[in-house]
């Protein structure tokens, strides 16, 4: 037996884990890490299957070829010589812009996905790049980018020593955070209660984070954004606000908030004006306070309003990059790719829709359309990494049916899933605890300074190939150097990149220095650690990889501090209250305002042991809360003559799903998981086991947040109706018929 330590990679809380394995390498036990400064010992079941997830069974090991209905397993040469001759045959006839690659959400919770997603975009050569950015977090990056110049800096809530927070669109009791990495939130916000603050939760849905608050407020899905304008609007009309940073725009915000009194936005959002008006008067009163949403208020049709209103709350009531209101974080890693220009989107459009450009990606709503539309720069050849599309992204049967129309597709995934089944070619990355891990991206919105990296625990396999060596071979396939190109290659040319700006830039750690000296000086085991080590090197700490291979319990660099000045990057210096692009979203609201409501609606739902479609393959983590049931409010199951089960019907398409009778969630909204629906594939425990629904069968690809273009799962009408025995005779044989009445 040995003890071993590793970051959990998960989901966004960075939780440190003590792990023990036996002489042949398989995972006895599983357990927190309680010498970890951050997470201080707190596991959640996700953290405890770590051990099933790295050992399962239905993992690919090697490359795999479709032939027809028949896949084979085949060697790394074979397959990367399949792979060149896929793209280089649709570039051939149809050129680059008939590419198109598609980024997962697990690319965010490895090393290889953030170092080597941008090189592998440039290499393909085309505008098509589509990531999960604009199923989950867009809106945010669109507000942050126009409020701040800055689409990256993204501020968290000071968890620790806020004493007042609220909570829109977000259960991070069982998400455990996003966009705002906490382990133990749970733990942070009973201690936030025990220290005096007031915990506010809004929500659709009576969530486990609003059973830990000292008050929960229904709100009606998709309308936070009437919600938070209500309270700006009672800030600045009873002189409330107390800004505290520099400021453009305040007249024009007010301009814009006039016609949202609480009165007014009560209709629509369903929250009482009087209830309004308090929250804003106890967010002013409160002498540290913060407000926090996330993917329930992103993923709906006003989402990118909604977070630029949740940071002018912050703002107008002095808690914006303040301690206990919202700060940013200091990574560790110096901070690359940042632009010197203002942000800006829609530097280029889609071809079919027309839809903007955001952070080099164009909405994932429109893939299908790129790729089903016949014409020049149709999409004829799509790389997938680490992403499930067809369950994740909106009208998932429509986008299922326009992959089974490209003349090639690659996938790199270690599952034979609903998306990867319709690849042509899989390459298979090694298993988790084969793989170092250093989190680029999640360290970046910690509620605490802090680093930890995690080497391999298990050597790779021989011929066996790392993920970021497929990832380099992938790019220098795109890029047209063939199979046989050297991964180590681009490695050393990313390397050459980052030092060769480091070492031009003044104030640089290696200014003025030799790239070839610096580059000697690093110390690593393959090219991401590399990187890494440079990286951290020209970080503002000015630690290296050894500190934190001295370190394997991971490093406390401190409480946030203010950082605002460094981070603004508008054209005004200032950080713009009412920037244009997000002031057209008020006049959309405010036609909005005398609009009818639908009857019945739609959100998503969050659950403890499932992270969107990982997770479903591992026997212990399905089954219990964690099933994919419709959750309806008693009254409207008797409203509805509603039994076991439901036939759910949206403009995109229906289902009939199990139902779950709960007070627990308003009248007139109805809750599916999101992930499930799996079927047709290796995956044995999701294909029988649990394989539920796929809840994007009901969301409509058409339907986007405008600014951002993030595909709507919160507030999507649907009707419902009880589940009937078609009639002899009738055309749908013994399918179910759905019941007029629902509606």
């Not at 239905?58 to 397959?79: K, S, Y």
């Not at 968890?159 to 009791?173: I, K, Q, S």
Request: aromatic share 4%; net charge negative; hydrophobic share 40%.
């Amino acid at each position: 037996m040995r003890t071993v330590h590793r970051t959990c990679p998960l989901c966004d809380a960075v939780c440190g884990l003590r792990l023990t394995l036996d002489d042949d390498g398989h995972v006895t036990s599983v357990k927190g890490d309680p010498d970890d400064p951050f997470s201080k010992g707190y596991i959640c079941p996700k953290g405890a299957s770590l051990g099933a997830l790295d050992e399962d069974p239905d993992r690919l090991r090697v490359p795999m070829i479709r032939e027809g209905d028949q896949w084979r397993q085949v060697t790394w040469e074979e397959a990367f010589e399949a792979v060149d001759r896929g793209l280089s045959g649709v570039i051939e006839a149809h050129g680059r812009e008939s590419l198109g690659a598609y980024f997962g959400n697990p690319t965010f919770h490895t090393m290889a996905g953030p170092l080597y997603r941008g090189p592998l975009s440039q290499a393909l050569g085309t505008r098509n790049i589509f990531s999960a950015s604009t199923i989950d977090q867009m809106p945010k990056h669109v507000a942050c980018g126009y409020m701040l110049g800055d689409p990256i800096a993204i501020s968290v809530p000071d968890l620790d020593r806020t004493g007042y927070l609220l909570v829109l669109g977000a259960n991070p009791a069982e998400s455990n955070g996003s966009l705002c990495a906490a382990p133990d939130f749970p733990g942070r916000l009973k201690a936030l209660r025990a220290r005096g603050g007031r915990l506010v939760v809004v929500d659709p849905r009576r969530t486990r984070t609003a059973a830990l608050a000292d008050e929960h407020v229904f709100i009606r899905p998709g309308t936070d954004a009437f919600l938070l304008f209500g309270i700006v609007h009672t800030l600045l009309a009873e002189d409330l606000a107390g800004i505290d940073v520099e400021v453009a725009g305040l007249d024009d915000l007010r301009r814009l908030a006039a016609d949202f009194t609480p009165q007014a936005v009560e209709r629509v959002c369903g929250v009482p004006a009087e209830a309004i008006v308090r929250l804003a008067r106890e967010l002013a009163a409160a002498e540290t306070a913060a407000v926090y949403s996330r993917i329930g208020a992103c993923t709906q049709e006003f989402g990118t309003a909604a977070q630029w209103l949740v940071d002018v709350v912050n703002i107008l009531t002095g808690n914006f990059d303040r301690p206990g209101g919202v700060m940013f974080t200091r990574t560790a890693c110096v901070e690359l790719g940042r632009s010197p220009e203002p942000y800006s989107t829609g530097r280029w459009h889609s071809r079919v829709r027309g839809m903007p450009e955001s952070l080099g990606e164009l909405p994932v709503a429109t893939l299908a359309d790129e790729i089903e539309t016949p014409g020049e720069g149709q999409i004829r050849a799509l790389v997938v990494v680490a992403g499930n599309p067809v369950i994740s992204a909106p009208d998932g049967p429509r986008l299922d049916r326009a992959l089974q129309k490209l003349d090639f597709m690659v996938c790199v995934d270690p599952y034979l899933n609903e998306t990867t089944r319709r690849a042509h070619v899989i390459l298979p990355p090694p298993r988790i605890l084969q793989m170092p891990h250093y989190d680029f991206l999640l360290l970046s919105v910690t509620v605490r300074n802090y680093a930890r990296f995690s080497p391999p625990i298990l050597p790779l396999a021989p011929g066996q190939l790392s993920e970021a060596e497929i990832m380099a071979k992938l790019t220098l396939i795109a890029s047209g150097q063939g199979p046989d190109a050297d991964p180590s290659a681009l490695d050393e040319m990313i390397l050459g990149q980052i030092l060769g700006w480091a070492t031009q830039t003044p104030g640089s750690p290696v200014e003025g220095r030799d790239v070839a000296e610096v580059r000697a000086s690093l110390e690593g085991d393959s090219g991401p650690e590399l990187m890494l080590d440079a990286m951290l090197r020209l970080g503002p700490y000015g630690l290296s990889l050894a500190d934190l291979r001295a370190n394997p319990h991971g490093l406390d660099l401190g409480p946030h501090e203010p950082r605002l000045p460094e981070l603004l990057n508008t054209a005004s210096g200032r950080v713009e209250l009412a920037p244009p692009r997000l002031a057209e979203e008020a006049a959309r609201l405010r036609e909005r305002l005398a609009a009818p409501a639908p009857d019945m609606v739609l959100i998503g739902r969050r659950q403890l042991r499932s992270l969107n479609s990982w997770l479903h393959n591992v026997p212990n983590l399905v089954g219990g809360s964690n099933r994919c049931t419709l959750h309806v409010h008693p009254d409207d199951v008797a409203r509805l003559g509603l039994g076991d089960q439901a036939v759910v019907r949206s403009a995109a398409g229906e289902l009939v799903v199990p139902v779950e009778p709960t007070e627990a969630i308003m009248p007139g909204v109805v809750s599916l998981p999101h992930g499930w629906g799996h079927a047709g594939t290796a995956q044995r425990v999701a294909s029988t086991d649990a394989p539920g629904v796929n809840a994007n069968t009901l969301t409509d690809a058409s339907v986007v947040d405008v600014p951002s273009g993030n595909a709507v799962f919160n507030g999507v009408p649907v009707t419902l109706g009880p589940v009937v025995p078609a009639a002899p005779g009738d055309s749908l044989g013994d399918e179910v018929a759905y019941t007029p009445a629902a509606t």
